[in-house]
């Protein structure tokens, strides 16, 4: 459903089956992960095109401050950044973590949350949601209950929740869920196509840590996705940095 920003950000085949886009972006998976579906579905083929962010070298034990980078993420937070994660930034109002693997520069082997600013967002019709993403698919407005939109879709399982989460002092919704093989889901604000879906336009099946956060004036959406096993295993440290993350004043 991020389906975006990894694939374009880490430029490698995968945005999980993710929900967000990117400018310009031609359709790939979204999310980069070794072990998991949506990776696994389709090893890098772009990863010469990662661009180095400000923050692309932090590799350990810092702290990242979006506020270095008002151009590219408009909202001041700040996110623990552990030994061998890395913040990038090369998708405007994305901020996407990854987990290195061994070799450190092997995208095919990175995994990590989506975090993504959502305010002017739009998403696919729900009467497509199950079909291939094609030319010419339109995205519809944001709809007023993001939440029941995604467990609306056919054939979604809630694992968990929705229940009220709050993190930094901004409150919002966490939901975990299994979803089918389907359309790329959020076309970020200024963006001209979908991201994710690769060949087959569809993103594959997988378990979700979904996070809707309204921050001020402004809507976050957080997205890990895997297959369930490996979910299991990724989830507590994706929760963890989550929770490091704070926010400033607007």
Known sequence: MIGSSRGRALAVAFLTASFVTA??????????????GPSAAA????????V?????????????????IPSKFALPMTIDVPAGWRPLTDVPG???MVKLGSPAEDPAQWWGPDIALVDGARVVDPARILQPAAAGDAPVPWPADFVS???SVPGATVVSGPAPVTIGGATGTRLILDTPPMHPVVWLKGDTTWMGGGATGLD????????????????????EADEPTTFATHLPVVE???ASMHFGAE
């Not at 400018?23 to 790939?28: F, L, M």
């Not at 594959?204 to 840590?209: E, M, S, T």
Request: aromatic content about 2%.
């Open 23 to 36: 400018c310009g972006s031609v359709p790939a998976p979204a999310s980069p992960a070794t072990s998991r």
């Open 43 to 50: 090893p890098s083929a772009l990863a010469s095109l990662v």
């Open 52 to 68: 180095a962010s400000p923050s692309a070298k932090a590799t350990g034990g810092t702290v990242f401050d979006t506020a270095q």
């Open 94 to 96: 994305v901020l996407t």
């Open 149 to 151: 939109y995604l467990t």
């Open 204 to 223: 594959p099946a997988v378990r979700r840590l979904v996070i809707l956060l309204d921050i001020g004036q402004k809507r976050m959406l957080i997205q």
């Open 240 to 242: 963890s940095l989550v």
